[in-house]
Each structure stands twice: as structure tokens, then as C-alpha cells.
């Protein structure tokens, strides 16, 4: 059974760092490109970055491009969001999600965590 | 930028009606879009990809079609677990994910 699994959200001030993990198991990690998606409290779905399968291909979302940094170690079978330079409209619940492919397509976002929230306030 | 805008906002249907929802992208998308189903409290769940295919495990009363810059998800007859919130997704020609603002399907 494919899990992933966050965890490292919690109060931070503004300005503050925080780093986020998630733990994946149920398939082969090193595999899949992998996600960060936030939802700030009661707003939509916001893509934050991408890392493809072996780290050679990352992406970011203009507005956290400069302060984020996501990183994966397959050996551990996890993914990381290193949040710096945090702002109180970074808070927001963090998903972490897998990218699935059918014959080399993108279908989407196959699989989620269930979520840690991160609150940035003073 | 592409901008996703999903329409209508909010939705207010009955069990056993049809729903059709819509998700325009501001200019020519790729094969490329998704939805997502979201119920409050839980992590948002794939439904569609590549515009009109359902994902593993997707009952067949959820459809999409479209391409270019207008997208539909209808869902044939509305069952109570249905009401949730739809969101599309569209990948950027640069490697990164868009998201529409999301259309609320709730009970009349």
C-alpha cells in the first residue's frame, strides 16, 4: 500500500525556518518525480515544487522561489521542503504527492499524504 | 502564465442530478489536465488525467472531456459522497503544476 506520510509543521514566527519530511513507502521511491502542494486555511490547491525521480530536474512556484528548497533522499525513501525566510502567507496545510505515470505519461497527482500544517504567525 | 478559472464557484444540485462543471485555461493547454476531488478535512484525490481519463478506481459516473482551453468533468448522477470540492490542474510547458481556483458541488 503506497503511504506517504508528513511530518515537521508547526508555529514558527515570521522570518523563521521550518523543514518538512515526508516519508513514503508501498513503492519505489526513487521512481517518481514528487510534489509539494499547500492549502492555505479555507483557499484552494497551491503547487509549490517538483523533483524529478533522481533530483536533476527541480521546479518552484514564483512565490516561494528563493526561500524554498525541496529535496529528496532516496536511500531514506523521503522528501524535504527546507522553508526559510517564512512569511505569515506561507501558512497553510503542506501536502506531499506523487506524480503517476501510465506508458510514460503524466497522470497526475496519484498519491497524498494527509498533510502538516505550518503556521506562521508572531 | 496560464490561468486556470473554474466555473461556476459554487454548485447546488440534488442527489441523483447531473452535475457539469468547467475549467478554462487562459491559453492553449497540453494533453495535460487533471482533476482532483476534495471533501473537507482529507487530501485531494485524482479523478481524471489527460483530459478525459479516469484514474484507478474512479467510478464511471465521473467523465471529462475537452481540449485546448475548455474543460468539463460531469458527473452523470450525483451520489451523496459527491459533494466536495473539484479542482482542475493543468502541468506548465516549463515543468511546473497549475491549479484552478476550484467549483464547490453542494447539496440544494
Known amino acids: 500500500e503506497v503511504q506517504l506520510v508528513e511530518s515537521g509543521g508547526g508555529l514558527v514566527k515570521p522570518g523563521g525556518s521550518l523543514r518538512l519530511s515526508c516519508a513514503a513507502s508501498?513503492?519505489?521511491?526513487?521512481?517518481?518525480?514528487m510534489n509539494w502542494v499547500r492549502q492555505a486555511p479555507g483557499k484552494g490547491l497551491e503547487w509549490v515544487s517538483s523533483?524529478?525521480?533522481?533530483?536533476?530536474?527541480?521546479y518552484y512556484a514564483d512565490s516561494v522561489k528563493g526561500r524554498f528548497t525541496i529535496s529528496r533522499d532516496n536511500a531514506k525513501n523521503s522528501l524535504y521542503l527546507q522553508m526559510n525566510s517564512l512569511r505569515a502567507e506561507d501558512t497553510a496545510v503542506y501536502y506531499c504527492?506523487?506524480?503517476?505515470?501510465?506508458?510514460?505519461?503524466?497522470?497526475?497527482?496519484?498519491?497524498w499524504g494527509q498533510g502538516t500544517l505550518v503556521t506562521v504567525s508572531s | 502564465e496560464i490561468v486556470l478559472t473554474q466555473s461556476p464557484a459554487t454548485l447546488s444540485l440534488s442527489p441523483g442530478e447531473r452535475a457539469t462543471l468547467s475549467c478554462r485555461a487562459s491559453?492553449?493547454?497540453?494533453?495535460?489536465l487533471a482533476w482532483y476531488q476534495q471533501k473537507p478535512g482529507q487530501a485531494p484525490r485524482l479523478l481524471i488525467y489527460?483530459?478525459?481519463n479516469r484514474a484507478t478506481g474512479i467510478p464511471a459516473r465521473f467523465s471529462g472531456s475537452g481540449s485546448g482551453t475548455d474543460f468539463t468533468l460531469t458527473i452523470s448522477s450525483l451520489e451523496p459522497e459527491d459533494f466536495a470540492v473539484y479542482y482542475c490542474?493543468?502541468?506548465?510547458?516549463?515543468?511546473?503544476?497549475?491549479f484552478g481556483p476550484g467549483t464547490k458541488v453542494d447539496i440544494k
Open positions: 490542474q493543468q502541468r506548465s510547458n516549463w515543468g511546473g503544476f497549475t
Open positions: 504527492a506523487r506524480v503517476g505515470y501510465i506508458v510514460a505519461t503524466i497522470m497526475g497527482f496519484d498519491y
Open positions: 508501498g513503492f519505489t521511491f526513487s521512481s517518481y518525480s
Open positions: 523533483i524529478s525521480s533522481s533530483s536533476s530536474y527541480i
Open positions: 489527460d483530459a478525459s
Open positions: 491559453q492553449s493547454v497540453s494533453s495535460y
